[in-house]
């Protein structure tokens, strides 16, 4: 993923991965995680180009969700205050929302020290082709040959078609807890 891909992967993050702690504060704040992701070393990202051009899905993940987020924060404040403040005007009841995304860190503890795919969407017009198999393989694959030993994905309850894909790689359910009103799977893999 690079920076020339930011605008594509930000159109399909807000489309498709609605139940995301950052998709309903809009395209600002969403691009602003993407862009400070992409730039702190914690951040790595892998998508699919269509076939007449443009992008048809993406992987986006962190060696370390802590210090990326940190790293986010850091480099794209203004970006995301002001982003945050339009969105809490538009949707006050947004404030609760983004009281709880710190208490992520809590919630899914055993994602600390390993890495951890955070973001992941397929074009429903692309879907069942084996693509998001490519980019998570692509992924396990670049974070095994760095030497990282695990990595933790969560998954909404329900949202059966990742968790069976995430099963594919090897990954267990390790717990499940609740987070923005949902209840979440969280899974977890040991890399070769
Ligand atoms: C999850 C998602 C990325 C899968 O993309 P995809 O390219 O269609 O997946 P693949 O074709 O690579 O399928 C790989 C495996 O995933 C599982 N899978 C994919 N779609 C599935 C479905 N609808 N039902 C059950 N299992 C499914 C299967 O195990 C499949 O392996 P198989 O084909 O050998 O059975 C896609 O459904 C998506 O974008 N969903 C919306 C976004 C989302 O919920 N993201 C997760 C939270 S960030």
Not at 83 to 93: F, K, N, V
Not at 102 to 126: D, N, T
Not at 145 to 155: D, F, L, N, S, Y
Request: charged share 20%; aromatic share 10%; hydrophobic share 45%.
């Amino acid at each position: 993923m690079a920076p020339a891909d930011l605008d594509a992967v930000v159109g399909l993050h807000e489309r498709l991965i609605e139940d995301s702690a950052f998709s309903r504060f809009g395209p600002g704040v969403l691009k602003a995680v993407y862009r400070g992701g992409l730039a702190s070393p914690s951040g790595a990202g892998w998508v699919c180009p269509g076939p007449g051009g443009g992008i048809v899905g993406f992987v986006f993940g962190a060696r370390d969700t802590r210090r990326l987020f940190r790293d986010i924060l850091a480099g794209q404040w203004p970006a995301l205050a002001w982003g945050a403040a339009a969105g809490l005007l538009r949707r006050p009841g947004l404030l609760r929302r983004l009281q709880e995304i710190p208490s992520y860190f809590g919630k899914a503890g055993e994602s600390a020290g390993a890495a951890e795919l955070l973001f992941i969407a397929v074009e429903p017009r692309q879907r069942g082709e084996g693509i998001a198999q490519a980019l998570v393989g692509a992924a396990l694959d670049a974070f095994s040959a760095e030497g990282i030993a695990r990595v933790a994905v969560t998954v909404s309850e329900g949202n059966v078609a990742p968790g069976r894909l995430l099963e594919g790689f090897g990954f267990r359910r390790a717990r499940s807890f609740e987070f923005l009103g949902r209840k979440r799977a969280l899974f977890l893999a040991e890399l070769p």
